[in-house]
Nanobody, 117 residues
Framework: VQLQASGGGLVQAGGSLRLSCAAS????????MGWHRQAPGKQRESVAV???????TYAGSVKGRFTISRDNAKNTVYLQMNSLKPEDTAVYFC????????????WGQGTQVTVSS
C-alpha cells in the first residue's frame, strides 16, 4: 500500500486547509485511516482517525475544528481543517492500517502545514 498526501501549505490564523491522502496498491483490505502530526521539537501525535465503519476519533485539541472523512471508492482520506491556529503548524502524516498484511501502519510522506499569526 502506498499513500500520497497533498494539500498542505501556508495559511493565516483562522483560515482553512484541506488535506488529502490517496492510497494505491492493494487497498481493498484497508481498515483504519487517519492523520498524525509532528511539530518541531515535539512528539508525533494523533489528530484524527476513521475506521472502515466510519467510527471517528479526534484529538481534543482539534475537535470541533477539524473533520476527517474518507471516500472508499477513491481510497482517499481527507482532513478538513478550519479555524486554524499557529499551534496547528506541523508536518501532517496520513496512514492506513491493513491488518491482513502488516501489524504496522503504512505511512504517507508528510505534508507541511504552516499557520501564521
Amino acid at each position: 500500500v502506498q499513500l500520497q498526501a497533498s494539500g498542505g501549505g501556508l495559511v493565516q490564523a483562522g483560515g482553512s486547509l484541506r488535506l488529502s491522502c490517496a492510497a494505491s496498491g492493494t487497498t481493498f483490505r484497508i481498515n483504519v485511516m487517519g492523520w498524525h502530526r509532528q511539530a518541531p521539537g515535539k512528539q508525533r501525535e494523533s489528530v484524527a482517525v476513521i475506521s472502515s465503519g466510519d467510527a471517528i476519533t479526534y484529538a481534543g485539541s482539534v475537535k470541533g475544528r477539524f473533520t476527517i472523512s474518507r471516500d472508499n471508492a477513491k481510497n482517499t482520506v481527507y482532513l478538513q481543517m478550519n479555524s486554524l491556529k499557529p499551534e496547528d503548524t506541523a508536518v501532517y502524516f496520513c496512514y492506513a492500517r491493513v491488518p491482513v498484511y502488516s501489524a504496522n501502519p503504512y505511512w504517507g510522506q508528510g505534508t507541511q502545514v504552516t499557520v501564521s499569526s
